[in-house]
């Protein structure tokens, strides 16, 4: 299992942007990349640069996806028929770290992964450990009984900083969820702009 020991907003400052929409981001206070260098005057990307810099952005956000687990993904998308780039943002939004943040119950994808990693989750009630766990459509995802009364679920319930979106159905009051649909590119809650097309122009090179 891969883990991210690196600060976790040197995403935000390196990429320039709020990418989870964060109050805490230090993004907010110092709009500009991490280190002596980071005040520099940023020179005009190539396309390369933007098409890497999208699929940075794009892994980031999800947290702590390994790039060969993420090519995996884009192979999987690309593999199937359809638009490469919706079909790669359903499957990432399909996982289950990704469904129990979009649910709220817990309040970041970091804090899903471990979430999920240690046990808490039930899916159609079985326990499955396994962030990158592909969800399908009508699936049901709970909180293990002895898991909802945990700080970290009763305090992302009542964040109000972002909605649930409504492909994933849930009940709150009893921290089930159902994964309704898989959502296209415009139904997605990004706090910035994500361009799957230049992610897939990136692998295609």
Do not use: C
Request: hydrophobic share 35%.
């Amino acid at each position: 299992m891969s883990k991210r020991h690196s600060v976790k907003y040197k995403i935000d400052r390196r990429l320039g942007e709020n990418i989870w929409g964060r109050p805490k981001s230090p993004l907010n206070a110092r709009a500009y990349g991490p280190g002596q260098h980071g005040q520099r005057r940023k020179g005009k990307l190539s396309d390369y640069g933007l098409q890497l810099r999208a699929k940075q952005k794009l892994k980031g956000y999800y947290g702590s996806i390994t790039e060969k687990g993420f090519r995996r993904l884009y192979d999987e998308a690309n593999r199937r028929k359809g638009d490469t780039g919706e079909n790669l943002i359903g499957l990432l939004e399909s996982r289950l770290d990704a469904i129990v943040y979009r649910a709220k119950f817990v309040a970041t994808v970091f804090a899903a992964r471990q979430f999920v990693s240690h046990g808490h989750v039930l899916v159609n009630g079985k326990r499955v450990n396994i962030p990158s766990y592909q969800v399908k459509v009508g699936d049901k995802i709970e909180v293990r009984e002895r898991s909802k009364q945990l700080t970290v679920v009763l305090e992302a319930v009542q964040l109000a900083e972002r909605d649930v979106p409504d492909y994933v159905e849930v009940d709150h009051n009893k921290l089930v969820a159902t994964y309704a649909r898989v959502p296209a590119l415009s139904d997605v809650p990004y706090p910035v702009q994500m361009e799957p097309n230049l992610v897939v122009e990136f692998y295609s090179r």
